[in-house]
Nanobody, 127 residues
Framework: QVQLVESGGGLVQAGGSLRLSCTTS????????IGWFRQAPLKEREFVAA????????DYAESVKGRFTISRDNARNTVYLQMNSLKPEDTAVYSC????????????????????WGQGTQVTVSS
């Protein structure tokens, strides 16, 4: 079984930064993709960023390119989402998820492609 725990959310002013962490426990796999998604009130869950577990391959939603950076520390079983230049429209619950076998189609951008999810962490950006 795989457990995911997010942390790092909070309240920040527009233009500020936050770093989210997603720590996995249990087994890991070389074919994994770790994704970040977000869901704002009354909106569908949307893809934010993804990273391969065993190579440095990343992908981002257009809305966050140039502002957000996804990275990983395999020794700590942790994936990070550094969020800079935050905007009020970034306000949402952010969740990380694991796709255990995303090849050959990569990146997986649909929630249904992911197998395990964390509980989410709230990010609120004030104007």
């Amino acid at each position: 079984q795989v457990q995911l725990v997010e942390s790092g959310g909070g309240l920040v002013q527009a233009g500020g930064s936050l770093r989210l962490s997603c720590t996995t426990s249990g087994r890991t796999g070389s074919l994994w993709t770790i994704g970040w998604f977000r869901q704002a009130p009354l909106k569908e869950r949307e893809f934010v960023a993804a990273i391969r577990w065993n190579m440095y391959r990343t992908d981002y939603a257009e809305s966050v390119k140039g502002r957000f950076t996804i990275s990983r520390d395999n020794a700590r079983n942790t994936v990070y989402l550094q969020m800079n230049s935050l905007k009020p429209e970034d306000t949402a619950v952010y969740s990380c998820a694991v796709d255990t076998d995303s090849l050959p189609l990569w990146p997986p951008k649909l929630p249904r492609q992911y197998d395990y999810w964390g509980q989410g962490t709230q990010v609120t950006v004030s104007s």
